[in-house]
């Protein structure tokens, strides 16, 4: 066990301290070899555990075509084991946001995903439900792509009410992009209790088109809206071409704020706009936010094991989970909380401890000898 703690030890400082390849923390120059990582195993060692370590059993995996087969069974006991672990020890903010995000992969793998138009275009595409102040992540789900839900609707909507599971009934206030948002959603997650806001495309089933205003006839900041029962869309003209939608069950169509907009000569201004556009852009970056302090320090390696890429990033994603309750338990108690890289190092040599695979050798010349000395007799 205590090797386990020492090798996860190593990839946190290795997240640190990259090198362009794994072996050449052990390598024979020394503007490369680490000693810190070499005393604590060799190697042959970790590269041993790097390659021999599962997380299930595959001798009884599901074969493909059977009832039981999942894309993701290499993994699974790591995600379900983490999604009951994040939501059992965190009590979030009752601001959400639910958003994708994107797991770099280049290899072969059935669940790959192209996105052309984000920053990484090929890997695993990740369904991530997060703290919208802290960013801490609440839940996760691995798109495996077309499947059985007990939930109805588009996809957008089967992922929304699947990732609050745990949060209906309990008043919460989610936002998400447009991706997920309809009508149809946001009066579902009304009915659990959760109120919602989030942009939203104008050709969306039930979209009130009829009522608001046309693109052309709204003018540089001006807004409109319709509502129906506790449901609100709002239509408000940004400095784009077009205008910014919005559909909304925590705002009323009066409700409004102020936003800083530069104007033609380069000056920030306030512009009036509907409230629901202003708390959209205030609440829905916590996933990024969580991306972002994912991303700093990342243990992730190249790898040709599709599952090992995830494996990486779920370790990380622990990791900085524990980083954001030390932070929020920092501020509540007036502590002033370490940075993140502070965090690591430390995680790391808590994780490492004594522990040393290498078996230390002792000269004999700085060994005192506890053997007497024989007397030396003089011969006459």
Not at 60 to 87: C, E, W
Not at 143 to 166: D, F, R
Not at 204 to 233: C, H, M, N, Q, W
Not at 274 to 284: D, F, Q, T, V
Request: hydrophobic share 35%.
């Amino acid at each position: 066990v205590l090797g386990v703690f020492g090798f996860f030890g190593i990839l946190i400082i290795m997240g640190f301290n990259k090198l362009p390849s794994i072996c050449i923390y052990w390598s024979a120059d020394e503007n490369f070899y680490n000693p810190r990582i070499a005393n604590v195993m060799t190697q042959k060692r970790f590269l041993n555990i790097l390659r021999y370590i599962h997380l299930n059993d595959n001798s009884v995996m599901p074969q493909r075509g059977s009832p039981t087969f999942d894309k993701l069974y290499k993994i699974r006991p790591m995600i379900d084991y983490l999604n009951d672990a994040f939501a059992k020890h965190f009590s979030p903010d009752k601001h959400l946001s639910c958003d994708e995000s994107m797991v770099a992969f280049k290899g072969r793998s059935g669940i790959k995903q192209y996105m052309p138009m984000k920053p990484v275009k090929r890997g695993f595409k990740i369904w991530a439900l997060c703290c919208s102040i802290t960013g801490y992540l609440l839940k996760y789900m691995v798109y495996e792509g077309k499947k059985e839900s007990n939930e109805k609707g588009s996809l957008g909507e089967k992922i929304v009410l699947e990732m609050t599971s745990n949060y209906q009934e309990k008043g919460y206030c989610i936002f998400f992009d447009r991706f997920f948002s309809s009508i149809d959603l946001v009066s579902k997650l009304l009915n659990r209790k959760i109120f919602s806001c989030g942009t939203m495309m104008q050709n969306r089933k039930y979209f009130p088109k009829s009522i608001l205003k046309p693109d052309k006839g709204l003018k540089l900041g001006k807004y409109d809206f319709a509502t129906s029962g506790e449901i609100s869309v709002f239509k408000w003209m940004d400095r784009e071409k077009k205008p910014v939608v919005t559909v909304s069950t925590i705002h009323r169509g009066e409700d409004t704020a102020f936003v800083k907009r530069k104007n033609n000569v380069g000056v920030r201004e306030e512009v009036q706009c509907p409230l629901s556009i202003a708390e959209y852009s205030k609440y829905m970056g916590g996933v990024d936010h969580f991306d972002q302090l994912q991303e700093r320090y990342n243990i992730a390696w190249k790898s040709r094991r599709w599952w090992l890429k995830l494996f990486y990033h779920f370790c990380d994603a622990t990791i900085v989970n524990a980083y954001i309750m030390h932070t929020t338990g920092a501020k509540l108690n007036k502590i002033r909380p370490l940075n993140q890289l502070l965090y690591r190092s430390t995680l790391a040599n808590e994780l490492i401890g004594q522990f040393s695979s290498r078996k230390t050798v002792v000269s004999n010349k700085n060994i005192p000898s506890t053997k007497k000395k024989p007397k030396h007799t003089q011969h006459t």
